[in-house]
Every structure is written in structure tokens, then in C-alpha cells.
Nanobody
Framework: QVQLVESGGGLVQAGGSLRLSCAAS????????KGWFRQAPGKEREFVAA????????YYADSVKGRFTISGDSAKNTVYLQMNSLKPEDTAVYYC????????????????WGQGTQVTVSS
């Protein structure tokens, strides 16, 4: 049974930081790209960041570039999202996901999803 479990969400003031973690269990995800997506109330799920299976390449949405950093620890089968300079518009449920094939930018290509963790940024 494959599981992705996110943690690290919470309430933070604008300008603050949070680090999200996504721990994978049930199989080795070394060949999978891992991504973070988010969904705010009334909005569609959107791409935030992704990292290739070997960690060699990272990708970011324009809205978070320069503020968020994705990284991975293959030994722990865990991927992280360091979020700095948070803004109220970053408020959303954040999901981690894993995928083998297809565009790294599209949620439709991700096979496994976590349950999500709430991030709330107050102004």
C-alpha cells in the first residue's frame, strides 16, 4: 500500500516561513518525480513546485519562484517544501504527489497523492 503523508502546515503571519514535509511509504519513489500542488477555496488545484526523481532538476510556479524551495532526501523517502516570505495568497491546502511519466506541471500525470495539509497566512 502506497502512502504519501504531508506535515508541517499551520498558521503563520505574512512574511513568515513554513517547511512542509512529505513522507512516502510502501515503495521506493526514487524513480518518481515529486510535486507540490495547492488548492485554495473556490479555486482549481495548481502546480507549486516539483523535483525530478534524482533530484537533479527543480521546477517552480512563477508565483512562488524565489520564495519556495523544493528538496528531497532519498534515504528518508521524503520531499520538502521550504516556504519563505509567505503571503496571504499562499493560503491553501497543499498536496504532495508522485509521478513517473508525463508533464511534470500537470496534476493529471501524478499517480499518488497525499491527504493535504492546510497552510494559512494571515495579513
Amino acid at each position: 500500500q502506497v502512502q504519501l503523508v504531508e506535515s508541517g502546515g499551520g498558521l503563520v503571519q505574512a512574511g513568515g516561513s513554513l517547511r512542509l514535509s512529505c513522507a512516502a511509504s510502501g515503495r521506493t519513489f526514487s524513480n518518481y518525480a515529486k510535486g507540490w500542488f495547492r488548492q485554495a477555496p473556490g479555486k482549481e488545484r495548481e502546480f507549486v513546485a516539483a523535483i525530478t526523481g534524482n533530484g537533479g532538476n527543480t521546477y517552480y510556479a512563477d508565483s512562488v519562484k524565489g520564495r519556495f524551495t523544493i528538496s528531497g532526501d532519498s534515504a528518508k523517502n521524503t520531499v520538502y517544501l521550504q516556504m519563505n516570505s509567505l503571503k496571504p495568497e499562499d493560503t491553501a491546502v497543499y498536496y504532495c504527489a508522485a509521478r513517473l511519466y508525463g508533464s511534470i506541471w500537470s496534476s493529471a500525470n501524478y499517480n499518488y497523492w497525499g491527504q493535504g495539509t492546510q497552510v494559512t497566512v494571515s495579513s
